[in-house]
């Protein structure tokens, strides 16, 4: 089980270690560790005695699954859960629509299409959370069998198999049901005879089927076949390894069918306005909320604790103890090497030439964003060798980034390297810059053979830019790399 408390520092008791120094075995606070940085990566080292760090880990367990469903309330209310919440709301109340105004045999795939968009995002929404992801991305729908027809099914299996027992149970041991054969009925309109409701035993099957019912659509969600939902024996291994947070899920997923109720009641008297399409989208709007917040729960409990079932490998389970914390004494700039301070005092120097080269290099700078922006491959190599000499601040971090693509592409992979660490470096903090790193690695290990620096990268792209979907490619690459 990885470490779920955090080391102090040696030298400073009261602090919290970040890193341990592989030479010394210090632990290492912000104070006592120093930046080091060999290109565009930015490295650790031990500041009593100079040997490398490496970043000391934290179970995600360290912080209980309790603790985080405290603020798991606001996650349909980000700007991202609002932009998703109108959008399927307007997508799903459009084809309930249509399924309600075409005839017979077209209502069958639309409602199917309505099922398997709403189970596609519900799924696709508990594979985020527990990737720690909480942007709320819409699914993509290239295959519509795929990505919705076959997720629709799944969700329909897991509340079939959850009502069944109960369901049979109801329909082989009471009076009349063989004669009605309404046991399908009793499950779309959940409209059980009343004698049948006073059965103790209906309700204990009830009970397990709930209780079963989280675990159904966490294997559901991660994509295992239907059989593996059967096996009981499975479901309890597994349900142990969740432990006692999975007995949470299930209270707090009850609690949450019951606040669903309250959100159909609502949505049935939006829809008794008929303001046209508004209600139906408003409808939609309400009693998508709590699916939402089930998903992201459910997506919690795998963050948190899916290492103890096999989901995902133990090492993406550890987060730095300092998050994005750096050493107090970080590494130097780019722009304080050597090379750029040479540029910078030519480009200073007095004299006509001066300003007369100052005034070319902006025009080529002008010609170089309009080659860009044309997607000029030849004359944009062209214009960015002849700019070598200024400051690589001087050139916009996308320019950078197109410069690395291009030269990647060509063959000419020096000048790829170069101009992506350029990229990285000159706008460290804006969204190309892990991109770029990503695309330094991948020339440096793929082009160049150079495995140990591309690396390094990948590395420091999970350690930079842990949030982003660089991160999660870094994050592979060095799995394939380390199997």
């Not at 309330?73 to 109108?86: H, I, K, T």
């Not at 077209?106 to 189970?119: H, N, T, V």
């Amino acid at each position: 089980m990885p470490p779920t408390t955090a080391a102090a520092c040696q030298r400073h008791p009261k602090a919290l270690a970040g890193w341990r120094c592989q030479s010394c075995g210090a632990a290492l606070c912000p104070e006592c560790a120093v930046g080091r940085r060999i290109q565009t990566v930015e490295l650790v080292a031990c500041g009593p005695c100079g040997g490398d760090a490496q970043v000391l880990g934290i179970h995600r367990g360290a912080v209980p699954l309790s603790h985080r469903l405290k603020k798991a309330w606001r996650y349909p209310f980000s700007a991202a859960g609002f932009q998703l919440l109108v959008a399927l709301s307007l997508f799903l109340a459009t084809v309930a629509w249509f399924a309600e105004m075409s005839f017979l045999l077209m209502r069958a795939p639309l409602i199917a299409l309505y099922g398997g968009l709403f189970w596609a995002t519900f799924f696709g929404l508990v594979q985020e959370s527990a990737r720690g992801d909480t942007s709320l991305d819409i699914p993509d729908f290239s295959d519509i069998f795929r990505d919705a027809i076959v997720p629709g099914l799944r969700g329909l299996m897991v509340f079939v198999l959850a009502a069944l027992p109960a369901l049979a149970y109801g329909y082989l041991t009471h009076t009349g049901a063989h004669a009605k054969l309404d046991a399908f009925a009793w499950f779309i309109q959940w409209e059980l005879p009343p004698d049948l409701l006073e059965d103790p035993v209906l309700w204990a099957l009830l009970l397990l089927g709930g209780l079963w019912l989280p675990m159904g659509l966490l294997l559901a969600a991660t994509g295992q076949p239907p059989w593996r939902m059967l096996d009981p024996r499975l479901v309890l291994r597994l349900a142990r390894g969740l432990g006692s947070d999975y007995l949470l899920t299930t209270f707090v997923l009850a609690l949450l069918v019951l606040l669903q109720v309250v959100a159909h009641g609502v949505a049935a008297g939006l829809r008794a306005l008929d303001l046209v399409i508004i209600s139906r989208v408003l409808a939609e709007c309400v009693t998508l909320v709590v699916p939402f917040l089930a998903a992201h729960v459910l997506g919690l409990l795998l963050y948190v604790r899916g290492d103890q079932v096999g989901y995902g490998e133990a090492r993406d389970y550890l987060e730095p103890v300092l998050g994005n914390t750096r050493p107090l004494k970080d590494a130097p700039s780019l722009h304080s090497t050597g090379l750029l301070t040479e540029h910078v005092t030519e480009a200073a120097s007095p004299g006509g030439e001066a300003g007369a080269s100052q005034a070319s290099a902006t025009e080529q700078l002008s010609a170089l964003a309009t080659a860009v922006g044309g997607r000029d491959v030849p004359r944009a190599l062209e214009l960015y060798a002849a700019l070598e000499q200024l400051p690589a601040s001087r050139v916009p971090a996308e320019h950078h980034l197109f410069i690395g693509q291009a030269a990647a592409v060509e063959g000419n992979f020096p000048l790829a390297v170069a101009a992506l660490e350029r990229a990285a470096d000159v706008a460290p903090d804006a969204p190309t810059a892990p991109r770029a790193l990503v695309l330094l690695a991948r020339v440096l290990g793929e082009r160049m053979n150079e495995m140990a620096r591309a690396e390094e990268v990948y590395q420091y792209v999970l350690h930079r830019y842990p949030d982003t979907s660089a991160a999660r490619y870094a994050g592979e690459r060095t799995r394939l790399t380390s199997d």
